[in-house]
Nanobody, 122 residues
Framework: QVQLVESGGGLVQTGASLRLSCAASGRTYKYYSMGWFRQAPGKERELIAGISWSGGDTYYADSVKGRFTISRDNAKNTVSLSMNSLKPEDTALYYC???????????????WGQGTQVTVSS
């Protein structure tokens, strides 16, 4: 079983920064992609950032490109998401995910965390 535990969410004002972290434990794949999804009320879950096993390749949704940065530490089995210039439309439940396939594909991920809430006030 794979467990993913997110941390770092919270309530911030427009323009602020936050850093989300996620720790993976259990029997993971030998090589796996990691990513961050988010889901706002009434909207579908969207892949906003993904990173390859090596960390050398990343994907960002247009909505966060230039503001968010994904990184990983394979020695610690962690992935992070640094979020800058936050906007009210970034308000959502953020999920960490892990999977054996290509990091930029929505269907690449098959294990999920419980989510951490990010709320950006105007």
């Amino acid at each position: 079983q794979v467990q993913l535990v997110e941390s770092g969410g919270g309530l911030v004002q427009t323009g602020a920064s936050l850093r989300l972290s996620c720790a993976a434990s259990g029997r993971t794949y030998k090589y796996y992609s990691m990513g961050w999804f988010r889901q706002a009320p009434g909207k579908e879950r969207e892949l906003i950032a993904g990173i390859s096993w090596s960390g050398g390749d990343t994907y960002y949704a247009d909505s966060v490109k230039g503001r968010f940065t994904i990184s990983r530490d394979n020695a610690k089995n962690t992935v992070s998401l640094s979020m800058n210039s936050l906007k009210p439309e970034d308000t959502a439940l953020y999920y960490c995910a892990l999977g054996p396939r290509r990091y930029r594909d929505y269907d690449a991920y098959d294990h999920w965390g419980q989510g951490t809430q990010v709320t950006v006030s105007s």
